[in-house]
């Protein structure tokens, strides 16, 4: 820790604005401790990446300020920086918290504690109100004990960092209590993330304020979540196109492993290698011609655990045969080019993966904004889309119950006419999409899209990506889970098992269609097999089975 | 027939107006034609709709369809003409088929003066209603133009969904128009068509048959009051058992209307597949 400075009492334009940049710092710095409280271990929508990115865009509205700004002008584009930035609805709602503190403040020159305790307790007023039906026990809950304890004790400390020290004192102790709130964090074993980012961003605040602007070492804060997620982020990266060989993946449990000479030896045998661990624990990932090898290797350094292989090739070439279909259907002849576009209403979906962004513009949608499971888009990536569509009335498809929230602020941002459907799902968004009719207004397909969009039941199967006890089921990290509906319905170790009973769980009578989308790494073995369980399963149904390419979920299969 | 009757109405094969219904009204129907190959059939003449899927079962090529020539048209209006009578003729539409430019050019030779020529703007019972509300008007001694302005208004009042099971052979028929747009689609989907403005349009893109058949209904349900709609014809192709189904619920819901059922007949069942139904409606005046 470096010698503290005296605590500020006051703070101007720069005061402010340099404690707002440390404390994005600080929250970027614990981002995977954010992450790692996700209630479901799904790799979903981040909420420590979420504010972290949203904190960002705060930042860069701040970035060429004149030095002698005043703290109203910087809380001001601080906000304004966020509202475009917005990621997720934590994002959405960490940005209204920004928009109330700049109000708070009005045109303030300096602010002192009181100023501060003031603002505060507009930040929380705003949040509220930003929320349709606010939910004790989130974020909201947490940024009101800040503002509380703010208030409470500003009349007798005025110190802007004595200020500070009530309100994360205040916000902690909400925080603390927020699983008495939310069964659902009771029973996950974790506070609230979006709880957890504010007190981050508020010890950020105070630590500035106090001069003490070392960041803490967080090795052993991140858990295991964090680390996995960075690890199928940095797999993800490595498969293209012109993947060859085989994915080959296992854990090695061993005693005094020398890592290095080990990861220098397996990464030798292949290309892409990722290997991570400790020397009790090697994680390898390697795209290897010759799998055998590179286990038989592995070996000498303990018991292997959680192997899988994948033929890429085989991936590869599948994928550029559906590549090719895709390019002979779109050079067929007789479509007229005048007749695609709807007459004056675009739609925007948000998705991930080129099989599925094809599917929901063969259903009319006229854009993609790339994102949905781990990357939320921005409200400024939305709007942006909204504002180079070729209409002027838009329909939004959020497609993801996190991308809900900032898809509603477009609609204040643009003179265009949007409409959010709160599609929370793909296949959410295929079932709205078919009732879209030319023939009709944007409100008469809306009213139509909202009453189709629950016609489909979604199933997504992946992996968990850490502990937890939900609803009395146990899932271990690195389980097979499968979700219905966005809710944890069943987890274990053999895939086609939790298809099958996650299948049973979505309690559809009578299916008529499967439509599966093979997540991307998936082998052609693996989609055929469950292709084969429904077709065995349900044989009245039809099944039909698309390369979605979507990362993260190994299946997401709309059932009607 | 009743001796105070002063025109004969007139239409096309594609009218599928049902044969019983024709003969009563002393609708006139001239047929289209469908060929394999070398072979030409006159449409419920020569070739029923159970011929053609027949036909088509055991063939690898599909077949195509032709406009009735003038001469056909012009014995038709001579005939008429020479009982005394005036003719009306509505046909399928003109950015469908090449049939109302046939009937024009025939009335054109036989009698300009005693025959009018209407453009349907689409086909199947969505003209047919029309040309049955002028046949009935007709009947109880209407003039010519008072059946042409009635057509003409039923046409208005007229409307029409279809299903297809596929999308195959309106592609292949080329009568696509946007419809196009629905073929690049990478899902399996059973659309929902209809005919705007003399083309063929797609309305919705259902994914399973059973909720299309329910979308069928409930588009026809969203039509108008109860009371307004006075006739509805459910059509098929192929397999009758879910027209049945759709008869028995359009006519609990609709118990003001008359509701019959209708086979489509060859030309129409080349163009949309032994897969189609559909449902034909008219609205009160």
Redesign the interface.
Known sequence: MNATTHPQAVWNGKTLRDGFIFAADYLQHHRDHVNALNVFPVPDGDTGTNMALTMQGALDAVADTAPDATVGQIAERLAHGALMGARGNSGVILSQILRGFATGLDAAIEMDGRDLARALANASATAYKAVMRPVEGTMLTVTRGAADAARESSAAHPAIADVLRAARHGAQMALDKTPEQLDILRQAGVVDAGGQGVVYLLDGLLRSALGDTNLPDVSRIAGAPGEEMAFLDMVDDLHGEEAFGYCTNFMVHGTNIDTDSARNAIAAMGQSAVIVGDDSALKVHIHALNPGEVLSYALRFGELDQIKIDNMSLQTETLSAQRKA?SA??A?P???AA??VHDDIAIIAVAAGA?IS??L????VTSIVSGGQTMNPSTKELLEAVETAPANQVILLPNNKNIIMAANQVANLTGKTVRVVPTRSIPAA??A???????QSLDDNVADMIAAMD??CAVAITRAVRDVDLHGLPVTAGQVIGLVNDELATAGDDELDVVRRTMTAAEVDDP??F?VFVGENVSQDDATSLESLLAETWPNA?I?V?HGGQPHYRFIVSI? | MSDKQQVTVVTDSTADVPAAVASELGIVVVPLRINFGQESFRDGIELTTDELLQRMAGSPVLPTTSQPTVGEFASVFQEALDAGRDVVCITIGSKLSGTFQAASSAAEQIGPDRITIIDGGSTTMHIGWPAIAGARMARQGAQRSDVAAEIRSATERANLFVVLKTLEYV?KG?R???V??L???????KPIISV?DGRV???????????ALRRLVELTREEGDISELSDIMVLYVGEREDADTMQAELTSLFPEAHVAIGRAGAVIGTHVGPGGIGIATLRRR
Not at chain 1, 433 to 439: A, G, Q, R, V
Not at chain 2, 183 to 189: E, K, R, T
Not at chain 2, 201 to 211: D, L, M, Y
């Open positions: 895709v259907r779109a067929r007789p479509v007229d007749d695609l099989g094809e599917a513009i063969s259903l009319g295929l079932s999409l078919t009732t879209f009719n030319t023939d016609d489909s008529e269609l439509t039809e039909e698309h009607e | 592609y080329g696509i128009g946007k196009g747009q073929v690049g689609s990478a899902l399996n989907i705007r349009v797609p309305i919705e893109r259902i994914r399973t048959w059973n909720k």
